[in-house]
């Protein structure tokens, strides 16, 4: 009996460390999945299951990484870029979205001097369809440069008549929202930086009909955290079954916001349940 406990041991210890090996050799398999990845390489995304979009200018200039990146570029008096169109992608549903990108700003960037815009980046929720647009729906958060700062924020405009009402806030001008900022200004220059960005959805008692202020959102800039909060409620128990399940790029300035002509790049995005590594850029 001793000698098969003997070599019960040793078969365990045996597995155990060719299982360390293995991660060893392979550090892929020890990171998070991922839900999709883009690198903007060339302009056949919608061959890559995006959609919503026609016209997408890949820039080989100067991208982070890869042979390309993709471009926008506002003429002056406009709010959508001419050179790419906006885009969404579909994924896997999850209560937990972590993004990676890397983002770079024409020099000269100019700002809205407005507590608000340019829009940029969304994920909306499985409350609301396909083609649902960002601005009101029963919860679409954000994540955007705002006047030097990195802005996370969240809205629910839809749920005004549901019974438990808006969790982002009170209506002002037809419009609600919770606002987490960096508390530095970050975009400052036209180099390329590493945005990532997390959102939890809270948690529910639906025995209570409550909801559980433990929502939580996360901002890193160049891989130091810039916005941590724990403490959020995103969702009510009017939304149960809710998930996030749908990304937006669509760059977006109000009427009569964009300052002058100017151009944003995007490159090596990547969406996943757990916080993507960065990349080694050129």
């Not at 390489?41 to 979009?53: N, S």
């Not at 987490?180 to 930086?193: G, I, K, M, P």
Request: glycine share 8%.
């Amino acid at each position: 009996m001793r000698k098969y406990f003997l070599v019960t041991a040793l078969y365990v210890v045996i597995v155990l460390f060719v299982q360390v090996k293995m991660i060893a050799a392979d550090p892929e398999k020890n990171l998070p999945p991922v839900l999709f990845s883009e690198s903007f390489d060339d302009p056949r995304l919608l061959d890559r299951e995006w959609y919503d979009g026609d016209r997408f200018t890949i820039s080989g200039k100067h991208p982070f990484a890869g042979k390309g990146c993709i471009e926008y570029s506002w003429m002056t008096d406009t709010t959508k870029p001419g050179s790419s169109s906006g885009i969404r992608r579909l994924f896997e549903a999850n209560d937990t979205v972590y993004l990676r990108c890397y983002i770079r700003l024409s020099k000269g960037w100019g700002w809205t001097g407005r507590p608000y815009h340019p829009h940029l980046m969304h994920f909306m929720t499985t409350e609301n369809k396909k083609y649902a647009g960002p601005a009101a729906s029963h919860l679409t958060v954000y994540i955007e440069p705002w006047n030097r700062k990195l802005r996370l924020a969240a809205q629910d405009i839809q749920n005004k008549d549901k019974p438990h009402g808006l969790t982002q806030g009170p209506l002002k001008g037809g419009f609600n929202g919770q606002m987490f900022d960096s508390q530095d200004e970050l975009f400052t220059d036209d180099a390329w930086h590493c945005v990532e960005a997390m959102f939890q959805l809270n948690s529910l008692d639906l025995k209570t009909d409550e909801s559980n202020a433990d929502g939580i959102v996360r901002a890193w800039f160049d891989g130091k955290l810039v916005i941590e909060r724990t403490d959020v409620v995103l969702r009510s128990t009017d939304f149960p079954n809710m998930k996030f399940n749908q990304f937006l790029l669509m760059p977006y300035f109000g009427p009569r916001l964009l300052p002058h002509a100017q151009t944003l790049w995007i490159d090596e995005l990547t969406v996943g349940p757990g916080r993507p590594g960065r990349v080694e850029g050129k």
